[in-house]
């Protein structure tokens, strides 16, 4: 070990005080956190069912047997296709959303900018439970503002979330309007690191709006949209509470999502075993979908 | 910074229209909840009540026993935020100030981790909190927030900056760990466990899928679960359960209008990797 490694810290304390204060952290995580997801992974080669919940003798390994079992499976397909429609749909319209914004409150005509932040921001940290319970009558098809807004232009009521067609896009409105200043905030906060003298330099050369957008912001706001397609993508992948109280999933399952549907399988069947599979299927393809966004910007 | 050469006019009307898409819903659900039955369901909608009342909500506090769920929802979540504000902060000085073989590893094993979606764990984690006979208590949720990850990395990330001297002194002074962690270092990163701990606050009070699965009696629902409970019964009346998704949010508005600048700034910083 080379002494340098050390300069950052300062190796104060003594061995028994680093356990007092490191313990209690670190148990509660592996406790409570890594033996679960390691749990988890053995679950999803197991039958574990209702029967083994009373009795954990019931618990048979049966190898790969819930993996074949989800690929023949026209439900989870159903779902697994409703939450690439959500996040691919959902994901850049919202990172779009928040970048208008972001850009729209940092220039230097804007006035009222924390007031415009702040009411942006709000949706953010409001409980998705409630707000989902407002829109749900926001989409109502006889009494919803939604319907009565567009009848000013002619559009004859839509029943939003009653329609298989219309209940997903119903849904990414809401998730849009519910997310788009979180990512809002990182994208503002990204702008302030660009420096003017680029904006200055190009202006002298004559560079348009477009041109500066297209040539400065975009390509030194990389790293922070990276960032923010990866949170992005975690987050919508994870879409339940939305579908949970406007739709349950209906109508026609058009609205059912991996975990809306791995909340079923487990704590409504106590398919524990089977749920744990389409857990881990989640997981992989969300890890997946980092790794390409990594990749992707790397050979750029 | 950029001069825009369209007009600062379409600019802020552009904002302006974003303001009233975002804030209706919020304005709706204020105005819906003080309506007497039957009024937010009418074509044209209303607006404004005709008659201004608060029946739905003393039919909360009164038929619905929502004085449960609020109390659940407060006791839980500042429960979760004072227990892991104090786990985390011990272990992100642990972090920072002690040397231990495989430091730095453990760190990165324990960030990168963070890509794990908690679905993951519910199901083991629901069986091992059953055997330990916690289910539908309180503890079935302060038990899996007892620490996180991400609480670790922010106050570790904000506390790099304080200069080792500082520590050090204290030290030679005869000063114990202890009393250097409790008399400088919690001090210093107070700024960052206040941010900390709106965020967890807030992700308690708003958490939905987890309470859903482990609190299983009406007198145990946190709001959001008694709330989604609560619609399944009564979906045709928007007046009661507006003044429900009131009650719910006004607490969370409130702690967020009061610490906006804490909030956002930490926001920031935990988007900034090393």
């Keep these: ?300 | 910074m950029i001069s825009l050469k369209p007009k600062p006019i379409l600019l802020n009307l552009l904002l302006i229209i974003i303001t009233v898409i975002t804030l209706t819903p919020f304005l709706w659900m204020v105005s819906a909840s003080f309506m007497l039955d039957g009024h937010a369901s009418t074509y044209p909608p209303r607006f404004l009540p005709d008659e201004f009342t608060i029946t739905q909500y003393t039919k909360l506090f009164t038929k619905l026993n929502i004085t449960t769920n609020m109390l659940n929802s407060f006791i839980l979540s500042i429960s979760v935020t004072l227990i892991s504000l104090l786990f985390n902060s011990m272990a992100a000085y642990a972090f920072l100030k002690f040397r231990f073989k495989g430091k730095e590893k453990l760190f990165t094993i324990l960030l990168s981790s963070m890509i794990i979606p908690s679905q993951v764990t519910m199901l083991p984690l629901f069986l091992m909190l059953k055997e330990m006979g916690v289910i539908n208590t309180y503890f079935a949720i302060i038990i899996p927030g007892l620490a996180n990850i991400f609480g670790i990395f922010l106050i570790r990330q904000y506390a790099q900056s304080i200069p080792d001297s500082l520590f050090e002194a204290a030290k030679i002074d005869g000063a114990t760990d202890f009393q250097i962690y409790t008399k400088i270092f919690v001090p210093i990163i107070k700024p960052i466990l206040v941010t900390l701990a709106l965020f967890t606050f807030m992700g308690t009070w708003n958490d939905f899928l987890w309470p859903l699965i482990t609190l299983t009696d009406e007198s145990m629902y946190t709001l959001p679960v008694a709330m989604s409970n609560l619609m399944s019964e009564h979906s045709k009346d928007p007046e009661l359960m507006m003044a429900g998704s009131v009650l719910t949010i006004l607490p969370i508005i409130i702690v967020f209008l009061a610490m906006q600048k804490q909030y956002i700034k930490g926001l920031m910083m935990g988007s900034v990797k090393e």
């Design chain 1, 1 to 300: 070990m080379n002494s340098s490694k050390y300069k950052y810290d300062s190796g104060l304390g003594s061995k028994k005080s680093l356990i007092i204060f490191l313990s209690p952290a670190l148990l509660a995580i592996l406790i409570f956190f890594f033996i679960p997801v390691i749990s988890a992974f053995i679950m999803s080669f197991t039958d574990f069912s209702i029967y083994a919940l009373a009795d954990w003798n019931y618990i048979q390994f049966i190898g790969l047997d819930n993996y074949f079992r989800l690929f023949d499976d026209p439900l989870f397909w159903i779902a697994l296709k409703n939450t690439f429609y959500f996040v691919i749909t959902a994901g850049p319209l919202s990172i779009i959303a928040s970048l208008t914004a972001a850009i729209l409150l940092s220039s230097k005509l804007t006035a009222f900018k924390s007031f415009f932040r702040l009411s942006f921001f709000l949706p953010v940290v409001t409980t998705l439970v409630a707000v989902a319970i407002v829109w749900r009558f926001i989409y109502h098809p006889n009494f919803g503002l939604l319907n009565y807004f567009l009848s000013y232009f002619g559009i004859s009521p839509i029943d939003w979330l009653g329609d298989p067609v219309w209940a997903m896009p119903a849904i990414i409105l809401m998730a849009i309007w519910k997310s788009f200043g979180y990512n809002m905030i990182i994208f503002i906060a990204g702008l302030q690191n660009i420096p003017e003298q680029l904006y200055e330099a190009a202006e002298i050369e004559g560079a348009n709006s477009w041109h500066k957008f297209h040539h400065i912001t975009l390509p030194l706001l990389a790293p922070t949209t990276l960032f923010v397609g990866i949170i992005t993508l975690i987050g919508f992948f994870q879409l339940f509470a939305e579908p949970y109280i406007m739709t349950q999933g209906g109508p026609l399952n058009s609205t059912l999502s991996i975990v809306q549907y791995m909340y079923q399988e487990g704590f409504r069947w106590w398919n524990m075993g089977y749920s744990a599979a389409i857990a881990f299927v989640l997981f992989t393809i969300i890890f997946t979908g980092s790794i390409i966004q990594l990749k992707m910007k790397k050979n750029d």
